[in-house]
T-cell receptor, first 113, second 111 residues
Framework: NAGVTQTPKFQVLKTGQSMTLQCAQD?????MSWYRQDPGMGLRLIHY???????DQGEVPNGYNVSRSTTEDFPLRLLSAAPSQTSVYFC????????????FGNGTRLTVT | DAKTTQPTSMDCAEGRAANLPCNHS???????VYWYRQIHSQGPQYIIH???NNETNEMASLIITEDRKSSTLILPHATLRDTAVYYC????????????FGTGTLLAVQP
């Protein structure tokens, strides 16, 4: 199993550009989520999904869209990038059961200039 | 979910036990205590979790006080590779698995 795979690893955008951060998992996990991590801060939850077709907002959803058309994929879209979205983004998944641990990808480092 | 309080940083000598404390005084009866760690800029890694009994796995032990208001993560023989930020999180059991991370404890293992 590859686990949780995030692409790209690094990305530079100009203000106003759009892009999609990809996240895929091959563990048949129902639950998937996106976090962002800024310097000196812990991880903050952006959006999450408890299964295909179901998504919900986390702590900091503004400026981001998600969809979950398949169990395996959970892309994160930035419609109009802003410098405040410069961050490291982590995708995570789990079986969704109450005591199942989250498995994290290795992150996408995004810079918006 | 209940809030947790952890020290900002701790040091530990290589080969000694590392004891990382966490306060969660507002924890509810159905909330689990989870521990994750993040090494440098990698994705967080699950360590251990528990409800009220002490737990042990190949990585660490988790000691939860009887009143469940605090817990301690124990790394029995710390190595340099255990240098990381350790996060203590409490969460309600359920399907959402929505973990809220704090700022954690930076554990520096010294040679």
């Amino acid at each position: 199993n590859a686990g949780v795979t995030q692409t790209p690893k690094f990305q530079v955008l100009k203000t106003g550009q759009s892009m999609t951060l990809q996240c895929a998992q091959d563990m048949n996990h129902e639950y998937m989520s996106w976090y962002r991590q800024d310097p000196g801060m812990g991880l903050r939850l952006i959006h999450y999904s408890v299964g295909a077709g179901i998504t919900d907002q986390g702590e900091v959803p503004n400026g981001y869209n998600v969809s979950r058309s398949t169990t395996e994929d959970f892309p994160l879209r930035l419609l109009s990038a802003a410098p405040s979205q410069t961050s490291v983004y982590f995708c995570a998944s789990s079986l969704g059961r109450y005591n199942s641990p989250l498995h994290f990808g290795n992150g996408t480092r995004l810079t918006v200039t | 979910d209940a809030k947790t309080t952890q020290p900002t940083s701790m040091d530990c000598a290589e080969g000694r036990a590392a004891n990382l404390p966490c306060n969660h005084s507002t924890i509810s009866g159905n909330e689990y205590v989870y521990w994750y760690r993040q090494i440098h800029s990698q994705g967080p890694q699950y360590i251990i979790h528990g409800l009220k009994n002490n737990e042990t796995n190949e990585m660490a032990s988790l000691i939860i006080t009887e009143d469940r208001k605090s817990s301690t993560l124990i790394l029995p023989h710390a190595t340099l590779r255990d240098t990381a930020v350790y996060y203590c999180i409490v969460r309600v059991g359920g399907a959402t698995n929505k973990l809220i991370f704090g700022t954690g404890t930076l554990l520096a293992v010294q040679p």
